[in-house]
């Protein structure tokens, strides 16, 4: 198969194992699931609002409905599913022996490695469009097509952007697909590296775990640290006979906080921060920089990976 059908047939090789035993499939079943929650949630919200204010505002639709299910399915839960998948891929030719049968045959390591991150990458693209398909699906009987999105403070989880989101938001809504599978990559290039250097699916799916929860912990550890810094700083503006608003705070000049910050901002986890800006007009300005460090740490995780994947021995 490899040979007739090249580098598709490598790529479908790779699903049918992915989907031999029903993993794949519940995993993008679990993906719809968030569709459900997501308008669940707003219908549960509307009636909340309705039973305790008089004068309540329609601001729901279908899109609404399915940014919400998007958003959810970027969270770490469906993170945490698909990261069992992206382990099963990587590490389990290696765990059962077949991965030396696929070498027998005169295919280059680097595209059996390029089918595997393919097929990985579009079942995170494959759990994000059927999030957004059941979300706007069903959303479209509860929301209907049109409503006051005006209505949507700034400060409302995930869908805030949409309340002052200008022309159409089909696109924007259409691109959670893509930014939602692209915080996937990180985890995608690790499991890669892992499970080359481990060759084991249980060892490949904890160990990225212990990296990805070592991450999280850095971020958290600097943003604490960032906070007393900061605080530290307002209290010596204020014996200076500056008063200082929590507005302020993050804007004030602080030499102790520089390097918690610059941490903070290198992490995967603190990376994920272009998911809140998507829908923004000014994008690339405010996100452009948490972009570019998800890409970074991707590119490094995939190159080691593929270092390890090619010139490991495979007995």
Known sequence: ???????????????????????AWAILLFGMLHGIVAVA???????AETR??????????WLVAGELAVSLAAMPVNGLALLLLFAMIWAEDFSLGTIAMVFVRPVPRWRVFAAKATVAMGAALESMFLALLTGM?????????????SAIGPDTPFIGWMGSAEGSLFLPVFGGVITGAAVTLPALGCTAMLAALTRSPVLTLFGSMMVLLFDAGVAFVTTVWSGIA????AQAVQKAGRSITPSELDNIECTDAQLPERIHDLTVWASRDFLAA????????????????TLGWSALFLALGLLLFVKRDVD
């Open 137 to 149: 699906l069903l959303g479209l009987p509860f929301f209907g097509l049109e409503g006051d999105l």
């Open 230 to 233: 900061r605080g530290a700083c």
């Open 41 to 47: 949630m707003l219908a549960l919200g509307r009636e």
């Open 278 to 293: 998507r829908g923004l007009p000014e994008f690339w300005s405010e996100a452009g920089a948490s972009v570019g460090v």
């Open 1 to 23: 198969m490899m040979e007739r059908g090249g580098f598709l047939g490598m790529c479908l090789a790779e699903w049918r194992k992915a989907t031999g035993r029903g993993l």
């Open 52 to 61: 305790f204010s008089e004068q309540a505002v329609d601001s729901l639709t």
